[in-house]
């Protein structure tokens, strides 16, 4: 069975900083490509960043671009999300996953983002 399991979230006041890691298994994670995926109350699923199994390719949604920064460490199965300078808007429970796999998810860390 596909696990993954994400922390690192908590409340965090605008301009700060947060890294989330996820842990997954049940999968051959070296050859996956992954991401992270986020929803904000009352909104949809959305995509946030995407990084190759190799990690030479990266994606990152518009809004987040130049705060974000997604990596991996393929030894120890674990996606990891540099979150800087975060807003209000980056407000929503945050899940990883295998690209493209949008039901394929763990339970979350919530990100809020207040003063």
Do not use: H
Not at 7 to 29: D, I, Y
Not at 45 to 74: M, Q
């Amino acid at each position: 069975d596909v696990r993954l399991f994400e922390s690192g979230g908590g409340l965090v006041q605008p301009g700060g900083s947060l890294t989330l890691s996820c842990v997954a298994s049940g999968f051959s994670f070296s050859t996956a490509s992954m991401w992270w995926i986020r929803q904000a109350p009352g909104k949809a699923l959305d995509w946030v960043a995407i990084i190759s199994n190799d990690t030479s390719d990266t994606y990152y949604k518009a809004s987040v671009k130049g705060r974000f920064t997604i990596s991996r460490d393929n030894a120890k199965n674990t996606l990891y999300l540099q979150m800087n300078n975060l807003q209000t808007d980056d407000t929503a429970v945050y899940y990883c996953g295998r690209r493209s796999f949008w039901n394929e998810r763990g339970e979350g860390t919530q990100v809020t983002v207040s003063s």
